[in-house]
């Protein structure tokens, strides 16, 4: 089976094309992404032709599970398509679980970037889905903000989004790289509350149009990037009032840019790269 492997940001996937769904994509995910006994990456994406769109995207993040959204994986894909002169032009639509998407590639003079529109952001907790105790949190914006959630030996003030996957967006006042992600975000991400569980973003907002944010991603663990989580972020930011419409978010693999205005769909815009290609012993 020919692969490729891809990445953005440090988010990296196992890209294959394919014309059928006939296959046990969730056991392909969890060998092919082994950083050990694998290709290694943090998810596998799967390139169907669509009757609905230029094409189809289906993402299984590491562990198996098959996942609604991913704003770089979206990205990686859109990338690979038009390295390979598969479609032709600088704009392409590409359906998912989480609805069809536009892309745009734009040549700048510091490389290719891909702005995609990553659909509406979404707020009604049972929609994301989260189950919350009424008195518990505010709401802004419709947004769910402020919920306390107890974890071990603390408690985290945690917003609600899904960007067609769920996020819970914290925000504190000291660098990211001093969270203990790695203790609690494996609890976030598995708490009560969260019936399909979670993506969990720690954030520090830098000034008005530029943030910090380390992601805990549902079924994968720690990322370098999340593309929905850093629209997830983008939006939370806008409604709190820390951030304006446009805003580079600094991961640890690199610099996304997302916007949003407030009432339309969120853009995600940033680099995304082939790696190699490959041939996968099956």
Not at 8 to 34: H, M, P, Q, T, Y
Not at 117 to 134: A, C, D, H, R
Not at 187 to 206: D, G, K, M, Q, S
Request: with cysteine; net charge negative; aromatic share 10%.
């Amino acid at each position: 089976m020919d692969f490729t492997k891809v990445q953005s940001v440090g988010n990296d996937f196992v890209l294959i094309e394919a014309s059928k769904n006939k296959r046990d994509w969730s056991s392909l995910a969890k060998n092919i992404c082994s950083r050990h006994f694998g290709v290694g990456a943090d998810g596998l994406l799967v390139l169907f032709p669509s009757n609905d769109a230029d094409f189809r995207m289906r993402i299984f993040n590491s562990d198996g599970t098959e996942a609604e959204a991913c704003g770089n994986g979206l990205r990686c894909l859109v990338n690979y398509v038009h390295q390979k002169r598969i479609h032709s032009g600088d704009h392409m639509t590409v359906e998912t679980m989480a609805g069809i998407r536009n892309a745009e590639i734009k040549v700048e003079g510091e490389g290719t970037k891909i702005r995609i529109g990553m659909g509406l952001p979404v707020f009604e907790t049972s929609n994301i889905p989260v189950v919350v105790e009424k008195g518990q949190a505010k709401q802004i914006c419709n947004m769910t903000t402020e919920y306390p959630l107890n974890v071990r030996d603390i408690q985290l003030s945690l917003s609600f989004v899904s960007m067609g996957n769920p996020h819970a967006v914290h925000f504190n006042n000291y660098p990211v790289t001093e969270f203990p992600l790695d203790v609690y975000g494996p609890l976030v991400e598995n708490a009560a509350i969260f019936p399909v569980h979670t993506n969990f973003e720690v954030v520090r907002v830098i000034q008005p149009d530029k943030i910090e944010m380390r992601v805990w991603e549902r079924g994968v663990g720690e990322t370098l990037a999340c593309g929905s989580g850093a629209c997830a972020v983008a939006v939370a930011s806008w409604i709190l009032g820390y951030t304006g419409s446009k805003v580079d978010i600094k991961l640890p693999g690199g610099l996304l840019q997302a916007e949003w205005d407030g009432y339309n769909e969120v853009f995600l815009t940033g680099k995304a790269e082939i790696v190699f290609f490959g041939v996968w012993q099956q």
